[in-house]
């Protein structure tokens, strides 16, 4: 009977252990910094951390080879359209810092979330640039009704979406959020 209660508490321990490593895998990874600017973003939370997990890893400093810069990898002159078009300060020094990157790419994210039916074509515009996009749309090799694309033709955006799509089901599943 002592071997059983031995064994039992054995095999409960390590399931205890195995559980919180899991746990603490799924916070490391899908972590939700900046909370309070992507909420009052109105996106959906889930979509915003897919986003910057995809686009930066959530490395506030990163500067991409292209010159993106920060969580969501802004470039700076697309930052000052978000601005100008906002009626916002335009501070090029302020985009490596995590709040005010956020704030302008989820204002960017919106404009292509309102200016393209589709998510996933608003959010190939997000990696590829709206103009592109706008082309592919206009080709009909890419896109049969010139609002949502059938096929994308660069392999880094179609990697891009499969990503950011990954990262949103995972975040929707682990924070369970309604997307």
């Given at each position: ?9 054995s095999i409960?321990?390590?399931l ?8 603490l895998?799924?916070y ?15 996106l959906?939370p ?17 500067i ?7 969580l969501?990898?802004?470039l ?6 978000v ?21 302008l790419g ?5 404009y ?18 709206e ?5 592919w749309?206009?080709d009909?090799?890419y ?8 096929e994308v033709p660069?392999?880094?955006?179609r990697?891009y ?8 089901k995972?975040y ?6 309604r997307?």
């Amino acid at each position: 009977m002592r071997k059983c209660v031995r064994i039992f508490l054995s095999i409960s321990a390590a399931l205890l252990l195995l559980f919180s490593a899991c746990i603490l895998w799924v916070y490391g990874n899908y972590r939700r910094p900046f909370r309070a600017e992507v909420e009052k973003s109105g996106l959906s939370p889930a979509l915003v951390y897919a986003v910057i997990k995809a686009e930066s890893g959530f490395d506030e400093k990163a500067i991409s080879r292209s010159g993106a810069v920060g969580l969501m990898q802004l470039l700076p002159a697309t930052a000052e359209f978000v601005c100008r078009t906002e009626g916002l300060e335009f501070s090029p020094d302020r985009l490596t810092e995590g709040g005010y990157n956020i704030k302008l790419g989820c204002r960017y994210l919106n404009y292509l979330l309102e200016r393209f039916s589709a998510e996933e074509t608003a959010l190939a515009a997000y990696n590829a640039g709206e103009g592109t996009v706008r082309t592919w749309l206009a080709d009909e090799r890419y896109s049969a009704d010139g609002k949502s694309l059938k096929e994308v033709p660069y392999p880094e955006t179609r990697r891009y979406l499969k990503k950011v799509m990954k990262f949103r089901k995972n975040y929707l599943i682990f924070y369970r959020e309604r997307s």
